[in-house]
């Protein structure tokens, strides 16, 4: 158990550019969330997985972001035309089963100029 | 809707002491329950959930928690607290058999334990 790692850590750019975030879920984990995070909130549920089929997705996900997981296995969240509202913590996290007790990532940081 | 309502901001406790960190929560039906803490410059960390069963539940560190279905309420306590203790702690709920996963997530509430 190597527990679920996101690239990068930290990520600057200016607004209007993409960004690309990945995460590496736990092993035997089918199981797989996206999260954002910012100063003073707690996480805020963007999306979830269960192997390759992306079964939920919040309203905060807008037009300009895309996720996936492609194989089952490490998923991506693309922001496209990055404004500076986006700036905040992604976090990945990943379970083994349907209760919630969810392994996060340490989060990749955007901040957006 | 789903919420979760932490009062305090932060919580000032002594070391040894007993501590309380409170949560109350909303939701369509019965929920699942959780304590998540969060270290400086470290990911969210599972303490303790409540799914069904014991009202008392216990978790990682010396952690417990009590569920109260008449007060909508999931306080997280520690008999005596450490000095390492000191953390942001979040309380998030799930309403059970929705089919949704998503958890939502209170604000949080800071722990200092001082010396």
């Known amino acids: 158990d190597t527990g679920v790692s996101q690239d990068p850590r930290h990520k600057i750019t200016k607004r209007g550019q993409n960004v690309t975030f990945r995460c590496d879920p736990i092993s035997e984990h089918n199981r797989l969330y996206w999260y954002r995070q910012t100063l003073g909130q707690g996480p805020e549920f963007l999306t979830y997985f269960q192997n390759e089929a992306q079964l939920e997705k919040s309203r905060l996900l807008s037009d300009r972001f895309s996720a996936e997981r492609p194989k089952g296995s490490f998923s991506t969240l693309e922001i496209q035309r990055t404004e500076q509202g986006d700036s905040a913590m992604y976090l990945c996290?990943?379970?083994?089963?349907?209760?919630?007790?969810?392994?996060f990532g340490e989060g990749s940081r955007l901040t957006v100029l | 809707a789903q919420s979760v309502a932490q009062p305090e901001d932060q919580v000032n406790v002594a070391e040894g002491n007993p501590l309380t960190v409170k949560c109350t929560y909303s939701?369509?039906?019965?929920?699942?329950l959780f304590w998540y803490v969060q270290y400086p410059n470290r990911g969210l960390q599972f303490l303790l959930k409540?799914?069904?069963?014991?009202?008392l539940v216990k978790g990682s560190y010396g952690f417990e928690a009590e569920f109260n279905k008449s007060q909508t309420s999931f306080h997280l306590k520690k008999p005596s607290a450490l000095v390492s203790d000191s953390a942001l702690y979040f309380c998030?709920?799930?309403?059970?058999?929705?089919?949704?996963?998503?958890?939502?997530f209170g604000t949080g509430t800071r722990l200092l334990v001082s010396p």
């Open positions: 996290a990943s379970s083994r089963d349907y209760t919630g007790e969810l392994f």
């Open positions: 409540y799914i069904t069963g014991d009202n």
């Open positions: 939701v369509s039906g019965n929920p699942y």
């Open positions: 998030a709920v799930r309403a059970m058999n929705t089919g949704f996963q998503k958890l939502v």
